[in-house]
Nanobody
Framework: QVQLSESGGGLVQPGGSLRLSCAAT????????MGWYRQAPGEQRELVAT?????????ADSVKGRFTISQSRDNAKNTVHLQMNALAPDDTAVYFC?????????WGQGTQVTVSS
């Protein structure tokens, strides 16, 4: 089992930046992949970015060049970060942390990101 704790959402003006973080605790040794998804009102949840245990990354085309995913580890937790730059109104959504543990998926509670002037 894995427990997730997200932070870093909020309101930002177009062109601004935000950094999301998600700390995973529990059975962290077996985590193979961490990432972020987002869901805008009336839309399906979509992949934003993922990073494997080995550091391989994958990004949605819409965020390439603007968002950067990274991870850090210590004995107690794995943390995945999402640095979001050049934010646009279309980036407004609830952002969910996701962890893959063997064949299991764990989701965070979601954090709201609103891009508006």
């Amino acid at each position: 089992q894995v427990q997730l704790s997200e932070s870093g959402g909020g309101l930002v003006q177009p062109g601004g930046s935000l950094r999301l973080s998600c700390a995973a605790t529990g059975s962290i040794v077996s985590i193979s992949r961490m990432g972020w998804y987002r869901q805008a009102p009336g839309e399906q949840r979509e992949l934003v970015a993922t990073i494997t245990k080995g550091g391989d990354t994958d990004y949605a085309d819409s965020v390439k060049g603007r968002f950067t995913i990274s991870q850090s580890r210590d004995n107690a937790k794995n943390t995945v970060h999402l640095q979001m730059n050049a934010l646009a109104p279309d980036d407004t959504a609830v952002y969910f942390c996701h962890v893959r543990l063997f064949s299991l998926s764990f989701w965070g509670q979601g954090t709201q990101v609103t891009v508006s002037s």
